[in-house]
């Protein structure tokens, strides 16, 4: 059972480490302008930082509250 815990621990924290990348990745795509310079972009940058922010936090907690070591 403990196993099991733990794996999915590690899946969880590989998912957000991933997702973190990708939300990065289209928080500094939307910043640089380099889309279109238009009212949308600046709509999509805050909805990427929100994301980005809320990733940052959950791969915090993980990382706070590591079981696997």
Do not use: Q
Request: hydrophobic share 55%; proline share 0%.
């Amino acid at each position: 059972m403990k196993e099991k815990v733990v794996k999915s621990h590690f899946k969880k924290k590989a998912l957000s480490k991933l997702a973190l990348s990708i939300s990065f990745f289209l928080v500094l795509l939307t910043s640089t302008g380099y889309i279109f310079n238009s009212k949308a972009v600046i709509f999509l940058f805050y909805i990427f930082s929100f994301a980005f922010i809320y990733n940052l936090l959950i791969n915090f907690l993980l990382e706070k509250f590591d079981i696997g070591s």
